[in-house]
């Protein structure tokens, strides 16, 4: 460690901010989903809302009418996907049931549930954004 960051002790991400192009339906779909990973409301207010799990949160905030094209796409320059942890490979078969029976698309599903590889039990999807969302079983 060098000396100019000798005193740096990181302590793991603060926040997510995501602007969203329907703040109702991501309410909907985040609630939901967040809920079942254990995070709780956090904040509310009348153009956002944010969920909390131990210090990081994570805030959805309605994206302002001018500046709502060109749309997201996950594979311009920017975020890619948000990845969480799962309790374990059995969580993400209950999540994929739920996820199918919510009527949410999931991707690479020809090679659920190992689409990164016979050792990482995970599943993706799209939020209403269509901001791709991972769920990862623990190794």
């Known amino acids: 460690m060098s ?3 000798a005193n740096f002790k ?3 991400l ?3 901010e ?3 192009s329907d703040l109702e339906k991501s ?3 985040w609630s939901w989903f967040l809920g079942l990973l254990g995070y709780e409301a956090f904040q509310s207010w009348d153009q956002g809302f944010s969920f909390i799990y131990g210090n990081t949160y994570i805030v959805f905030v309605q994206t302002l009418k001018q500046h709502l094209t060109p749309e997201y796409h996950r594979c ?3 975020l890619n996907h948000l990845a969480f942890w799962a309790a374990s490979a059995e969580q993400i078969a209950e999540v994929t049931v739920l996820l199918k029976a919510r009527g949410v698309e999931i991707l690479y599903e020809d090679r659920h549930p190992y689409p990164g590889g016979s ?3 995970s599943v993706f999807f799209e939020d ?3 901001i791709k969302v991972e769920l990862v079983a623990p190794l």
Do not use: A, C, L, W
Request: avoid cysteine.
């Open 3 to 5: 000396s100019e960051n």
């Open 10 to 12: 990181p302590q793991g």
């Open 14 to 16: 603060h926040h997510i």
């Open 18 to 20: 995501i602007y969203v």
């Open 27 to 29: 309410k909907q779909f």
């Open 76 to 78: 311009r320059t920017g």
């Open 119 to 121: 050792d990482y039990p």
């Open 128 to 130: 209403p954004d269509r």
